[in-house]
């Protein structure tokens, strides 16, 4: 006990040592040695003797350190294999528990040499999945590539793109937990499966068709000059026109039909929820065959081309798109819609 008493005693003591060493206050030293009646004369610089002694310091305390970590490491090593050991005996397990059941219930034994076959097949079938998945991750990064320079085109502003995103049913992609417990699929994996999920939510929340199958466009979505008003505004849809007769008008979307009444300035209008904050307008409208509350998918027919409201250029459709209440360019978002569907299709 008194050995031990010692120890912390002096280690207690050790950083005030260290300083007292550091800040002493040396002076110079003369040794004077005899040889064969002749005196020889050595002298040591304060100097010296102060850069010996820190510099002995300093030597103390990075060897101190690394004695430190490597101990910490060989712990940490230590830990690992006996994890991995671990790991190894639960998959032995499992497989003599699987051999055993294949085996009408009957206890299975391995020897060696069949002990390092199964090892083998083990470790032949865990590269071919980690190529597998680099090879996998190496097409989902170009696929998000492609996304991302199609949602640029689709003129979608972060803001919007961020309303789409939070109104999603999953609130947002979040790794499954047997993905989180795999670690194949961590790290930069992880970051570009959730990366394309993201995108896909919000490109997969965008219509990809228009209401009109044959149409010509009468006015773009822009700024524009007002018909009635002869004044610059900003025109928040498209003005369609049908270019075969056929004035049915059909939901882009799949939703919910959320207003279907007449307008001062659009007539008969129908307004349709769909998912992800994304909404559509129909306006002018001769008929309204659908009501509020109605569901309606893209076969369902919402009324006809028509020329009600405050409309001053012959009968044609305003049709909007908007996200989080803001208006966006329904031709830009159709045709980045109708890509991603191409991608999809091709993919299956």
Same mark, same amino acid.
């Given at each position: ?10 280690? !207690? =003591?050790?950083? @005030?040592?260290?300083?007292? *060493? ?10 004077? /040695? &005899? ?94 999945? !980690? =190529?597998?998945? @680099?090879?996998?991750?190496? *097409? ?10 199609? /949602? &640029? ?196």
């Amino acid at each position: 006990m008194r050995s031990v008493h010692s120890y912390l005693t002096y280690a !207690r =003591r050790l950083p @005030e040592l260290v300083k007292r *060493t550091w800040t002493r206050d040396y002076q110079d030293v003369r040794l004077i /040695l &005899e040889q064969s009646g002749d005196l020889k004369y050595f002298n040591i610089p304060a100097t010296v003797q102060r850069y010996f002694a820190r510099g002995f310091i300093v030597t103390g305390l990075v060897l101190t350190g690394l004695i430190f970590v490597l101990s910490m490491s060989t712990l940490w090593l230590g830990l690992s294999r006996a994890r991995l050991e671990h790991s190894h005996k639960e998959v032995y397990r499992a497989l003599l528990s699987s051999a055993s059941e294949n085996n009408g219930g009957e206890a299975v034994s391995l020897n060696d040499e069949q002990m390092v076959a199964l090892a083998q097949t083990i470790r032949d079938r865990d590269m071919s999945i !980690r =190529r597998f998945v @680099e090879t996998s991750m190496v *097409t989902v990064s170009e696929e998000n590539d492609t996304l991302k320079a199609q /949602l &640029e085109t689709s003129g979608l502003t972060e803001k919007i793109i961020k309303i789409i995103q939070q109104n999603s049913s999953s609130g947002g992609f979040s790794m499954d937990t047997d993905i989180q417990s795999n670690p194949l699929l961590r790290g930069k994996v992880a970051d570009e499966l959730s990366t394309n999920r993201s995108l896909r939510e919000v490109l997969y929340a965008l219509p990809n068709h228009m209401p009109v199958a044959n149409f010509s466009v009468s006015s773009d979505f822009g700024i524009r000059k007002h018909p009635l008003t002869g004044k610059s505004h900003f025109h928040t849809g498209l003005d369609l026109m049908s270019e075969t007769g056929d004035d049915k008008v059909l939901a882009v979307k799949p939703g919910i039909v959320v207003m279907a009444e007449y307008h001062p300035q659009y007539g008969n209008t129908v307004v349709i929820r769909h998912s992800n904050g994304v909404e559509s307008l129909y306006a002018h409208l001769a008929k309204l065959t659908v009501k509020v509350s109605d569901k309606v998918t893209t076969e369902s027919l919402l009324g006809y081309i028509g020329n009600t409201g405050e409309s001053s250029t012959g009968k044609h459709l305003h049709f909007e798109i908007l996200v989080g209440g803001y208006p966006v360019n329904p031709q830009k978002v159709i045709r980045t819609a109708q890509y991603v569907q191409q991608i999809q299709n091709s993919n299956k």
